[in-house]
């Protein structure tokens, strides 16, 4: 396939991606067993599979997308008899986005498993399936789903596993939907709640204009900077016409683009959509990655280089010399990222974080493609217009003090990863106070380093301060300033999506901010159904930074914090709480799976879920004492007359029903 090819088709994945903000399902299965009394047994798994998408066959070539596979973990005295077998057979063509034969089923299809069973059989077959869908612009990551099966010799049939199989451990009485709590656990639907004030979804503009801010910091490095005349000079030596040299450089920009682009779907695939808010909350990630900001940062100090083997990149670029086309400025733009790595790896790692951080498939991609916009623009232009190049800046100290200045601003980001640790795991290591002040001393030292009062090893000597390092001394020395009042519990609204909360503060003479909420579902509900309030959920996380903004923004000011007090029970519930489920693990079914609750965070991530059929944070919904909703549900949104309406909409609605 050659790379005109492969970058339409990447960018139509990243586009279909970036448009939508929702998981994808567009294949969905169930399974039955069915035995009778001759010791014969057949397995059924059925695919329900949407219009203008394919499930690919069982067996399919190298290099090509995923097959469907199928898994038995069988009790004893049940074997497999003979292979398994689809009701229809499969499409077979030639693929010309692959250029490989393969094989899919377009519509719904069933597999059937023969078994052999022993009379004296019992327990539970497992059945797994991994599979992977596609249509004509995208495909799905691949996935697995498994189904539990019961076989008992007083059983005729097996239902599929979301109505028949038995969790391995017992479900406790707050874990799942009861009768007897009035509702609280049964899901809820808004059709019927009249229209709110429509909150906005997340911004995903939040994550892009991070990281085109990313891109345009990297861009200063001393590993990108020079980068910048040796590309001019690749484009020069091509000798094209004009409008063949603008093609090319356009090209070159796009491949930018599209490489990081699949560097941070890379990301996405490999730790899975689903898995992403608990990766930017756990413990080894978080501290790992503070580990490696903090030896960047080192780095970018003068105490050493971080470099890739030169043979990498030496080798990439005899490659761009060598080929001619699209394939040459494709492993131009290749050359571009592995030479960069050095100082645009802890710039990618934090914006892939705070990516994950939101909990969804897109950041990452939207992340990444500011990053990489940002980055590919002054490459582009300086490629069409070289004659840019005389205006340039050349290299000098100056590129080392952007070093310089970086490494602090990374040493500042490496304490939030270590708070999003301390906080989900509750070590108590990094209070708010121990937080502020490693951040104005932080900060304070940039700003004498600015003014030239801190000298590296590798730092050109200067005689005087120039206007640019006395202005950003004068910004970086305020900012510490500002940051003081926060030691003594001022809420610090334009970082508090970086600090950590205000009810880790251990000396606190703000007064205002705080409030008495539950962190627990159900007492906070039988409270508030006790003392006849309607009730206000926070689906919040300690790795979510919009929760944090709208903490400070929204739920710090004297209005909302008035009309919360007196009105409404607050339940707080973190997502990402990682401390043990007291009484330990329990399972529950979930859409045909069964899935471990292990945590508190589990538990109310569950409980979201199932109930609001919502996965993102923050969330936040209005319940009567029955556990019905009482209005829209809102979602991220600054504007404080805004969640003023909706509160008091939701009270109204409240009175009403009375």
């Avoid at 229809?88 to 069933?110: R, T």
């Avoid at 009730?535 to 996380?541: C, E």
């Avoid at 007291?582 to 879920?609: F, H, I």
Wanted: net charge negative.
């Amino acid at each position: 396939m050659n790379l005109k090819r492969q970058i339409t088709l990447l960018l139509g994945l990243m586009i279909t991606i970036m448009a939508s903000a929702q998981m994808l399902e567009p294949i969905k299965w169930n399974a039955k067993l069915q035995q009778n009394d001759n010791g014969e047994g057949e397995v059924t798994l059925s695919a329900n599979v949407e219009s203008g998408w394919h499930l690919y066959g069982l067996n399919l070539p190298e290099g090509g997308p995923n097959p469907t596979i199928f898994s038995f973990d069988l009790p004893d005295g049940v074997k497999l008899n003979g292979a398994i077998k689809p009701s229809i057979p499969a499409i077979e063509k030639f693929d010309a986005i692959f250029q490989l034969p393969l094989s899919w089923w377009d519509s719904d299809v069933s597999f059937t498993q023969k078994l052999s069973i022993a009379p004296d059989a019992a327990g539970k077959i497992v059945v797994g399936v991994r599979f992977q869908g596609c249509n004509d612009e995208t495909c799905t990551a691949p996935t697995k789903q498994e189904f539990t099966l019961m076989l008992e010799k007083q059983q005729k049939a097996a239902a599929p596993a979301a109505e028949e199989a038995e969790p391995e451990e017992p479900i406790t009485e707050a874990a799942a939907p009861q009768a007897d709590k009035a509702g609280w656990w049964t899901p809820v639907t808004f059709e019927d709640a009249e229209e709110s004030v429509p909150l906005s979804q997340a911004s995903w503009w939040y994550i892009f204009l991070l990281g085109f801010g990313g891109g345009f910091v990297a861009l200063l490095t001393p590993c990108v900077w020079p980068m910048i005349p040796m590309t001019v000079s690749f484009f020069l030596k091509k000798g094209n016409s004009r409008g063949k040299s603008i093609r090319d450089a356009v090209t070159y920009g796009v491949s930018i683009v599209v490489i990081y682009l699949v560097l941070g779907l890379a990301i996405t695939v490999l730790f899975g959509a689903s898995k992403l808010n608990d990766l930017a909350t756990n413990a080894v990630f978080n501290l790992l990655f503070f580990l490696l900001l903090v030896v960047f940062a080192i780095s970018f100090f003068g105490a050493f280089d971080i470099k890739l083997p030169s043979k990498w990149s030496n080798s990439v670029d005899n490659r761009a010399e060598k080929t001619s086309g699209l394939l040459s400025i494709f492993f131009m733009a290749f050359t571009l990222a592995l030479v960069s790595f050095s100082c645009t790896g802890p710039i990618i790692g934090t914006l892939l974080v705070e990516a994950a951080s939101v909990g969804d498939i897109t950041g990452p991609a939207i992340g990444m493609g500011g990053f990489a916009l940002a980055l590919a623009l002054p490459f582009t232009l300086f490629a069409i217009f070289p004659s840019w190049l005389k205006e340039m800046p050349r290299s000098g100290g100056w590129l080392n003090s952007v070093k310089v200045v970086l490494g602090f601003l990374e040493l500042a980001l490496a304490l939030k990863f270590l708070s999003v640790a301390d906080l989900a795991y509750g070590w108590g290591i990094l209070d708010r106070e121990v937080f502020v002040s490693l951040w104005v001393v932080i900060f304070t030292l940039l700003g004498l380093y600015l003014l030239g009062k801190i000298r590296f090893s590798h730092d050109t000597p200067t005689e005087s301060v120039s206007i640019v390092r006395f202005f950003l001394s004068l910004i970086s020395l305020s900012f510490a300033v500002y940051l003081l009042p926060g030691l003594w519990g001022a809420p610090l609204k334009s970082v508090s999506a970086f600090v950590p909360p205000l009810y880790t503060q251990d000396f606190n003479l703000y007064a205002g901010g705080q409030f008495e909420e539950f962190d627990d579902y159900d007492r906070g509900m039988q409270y508030a159904s006790d003392n006849n309030r309607p009730v206000l959920i926070d689906f919040s996380g300690y790795g979510c930074v919009n929760c944090r903004k709208m903490e400070g923004a929204v739920f710090d000011t004297d209005q909302v914090e008035k009309i919360v007090k007196e009105n409404f029970v607050l339940i707080k519930l973190m997502v990402d709480d990682k401390a043990e489920l007291p009484g330990g693990a329990m399972t529950v079914t979930e859409n045909g799976r069964q899935v471990k609750l292990e945590t508190v965070g589990d538990k109310w991530s569950y409980l979201q879920r199932s109930k609001f059929a919502a996965n993102s944070q923050p969330y936040y919904v209005i319940l009567d004492n029955e556990g019905a909703a009482m209005n829209k549900p809102a979602y991220y949104d600054e504007n404080v007359e805004k969640f003023v309406m909706w509160l008091e909409e939701g009270m109204k609605n409240y009175q009403n029903q009375k």
